[in-house]
């Protein structure tokens, strides 16, 4: 895991800044049931193909040749979990170096509505025994405070795996994260509550293909 004071810029991901608007919505095309719903398009699909396909170069670069148990973290990690590996077969197919992959599941679940609960609870794969001894790169779609990759790590760490690396999607700008950060970052968003690519609101919004900011409208329709 990569130390917050050491972090470089590439460490970042690409950077999105506090002012970014984000682009009309009716600009690209999304789903007619969430018209009304969201805000803006925050990121659209295919940068987060083009950053996924980087982060796929950059993990082969680093562990090309080891054999890798990707952890995806449910359920917002589905969809970059599964662009990532894509992305790593590829290259994989195409390239002399090659990395073996199994992949898991674990769940979390620790939101309700937009706000972190301390409630976090892991369901299902509780015993992830069959790690001891393997590289682990857990897939997280979004870090905000940082505390459910934390505890997962605690979690993780008991199973005595060689070797753990964490590729995010997301991570959030927010002022009391916890000291650790993926080591392969997509994007660095500023401290807005996001929606689309699996990340959901209430369990809405994963089928929507870019990752977009929920308007109010959205934000009442989906309340618990
Ligand atoms: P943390 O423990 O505060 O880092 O929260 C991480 C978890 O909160 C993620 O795994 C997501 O499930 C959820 N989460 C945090 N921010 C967002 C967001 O903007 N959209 C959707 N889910 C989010």
Request: charged share 25%; with cysteine; glycine share 8%.
């Amino acid at each position: 895991m990569a130390d917050v004071v050491s972090k470089t810029a590439l460490d970042c991901g690409i950077v999105i800044e506090d002012d970014w608007p984000g682009y009309n919505i009716d600009l690209f095309s999304s789903p007619t049931h969430y018209s009304g719903d969201l805000e803006c398009v925050y990121i659209p699909h295919g940068v987060i193909m083009d950053r996924t396909e980087r982060l796929a170069r950059n993990i082969m670069d680093d562990l090309g040749d080891h054999d890798l148990v990707v952890l995806c973290v449910l359920k917002g990690g589905y969809q970059f979990s599964a662009d990532l590996v894509e992305g790593i077969k590829t290259l994989s197919r195409n390239s002399n170096r090659s990395i073996p992959m199994r992949v898991h599941f674990i769940r979390l679940k620790s939101y309700l509505n937009d706000q972190s609960t301390e409630d976090l609870q892991i369901i299902g794969a509780e015993d992830l025994s069959f790690l001891n001894g393997k590289n682990v790169l857990i897939v997280e779609a979004i870090v905000d405070t940082g505390n459910t990759l934390k505890m997962l790590l605690k979690h993780v760490e008991g199973f005595r795996p060689k070797m753990i690396k964490v590729a995010g999607l997301l991570v959030k700008r927010v002022p009391h994260s916890v000291a650790c950060l993926p080591d392969y970052v997509g994007f660095e968003i500023p401290n807005r509550f996001v929606v689309g690519y699996a990340l959901d609101y209430n369990e809405y919004f994963r089928d929507l293909d870019h990752i977009c900011v929920l308007s109010e409208t959205g934000k009442m329709k989906y309340k618990i």
